[in-house]
Nanobody, 125 residues
């Protein structure tokens, strides 16, 4: 019903920047909340950031606050994650997620209904 496709991952040196994109297609509709999660090898999937349907409300994990910015362009059905001042600990597969009903403060993977395939981000020291 909903397909999410991430892009923009890659290899970057510590202190560098990357912008991830997630294009949504299918039955997207209000009040979808969209989010980014990440998963490093051997670790649980971790919440990164979320944004409300209209983009007026955002929520960040403490570990990325002040460095990452989530935004969305509803005309393009796309959500972005601008990542600045990257650190080696940010290395992970980054996943885009969509929730039909959760509010922007939902930070558990179980609150999200649809997931992308993930994009690898590697930060070298």
């Amino acid at each position: 019903q909903v397909q999410l496709v991430e892009s923009g991952g890659g290899l970057v040196q510590a202190g560098g920047s990357l912008r991830l994109s997630c294009a949504a297609s299918g039955r997207t509709s209000s009040p979808d909340t969209m989010a980014w999660f990440r998963q490093a090898p051997g670790k649980d999937r971790e919440f990164v950031a979320a944004i409300s349907r209209g983009g007026s409300s955002v929520y960040y994990a403490d570990s990325v606050k002040g460095r990452f910015t989530i935004s969305r362009d509803n005309g393009k059905n796309t959500v972005y994650l601008q990542m600045n001042s990257l650190k080696p600990v940010d290395t992970a597969v980054y996943y885009c997620a969509l929730s039909r009903y959760a509010n922007v403060g939902a930070d558990g993977p179980g609150a999200y209904d649809y997931w992308g395939q993930g994009t690898q981000v590697t930060v070298s020291s």
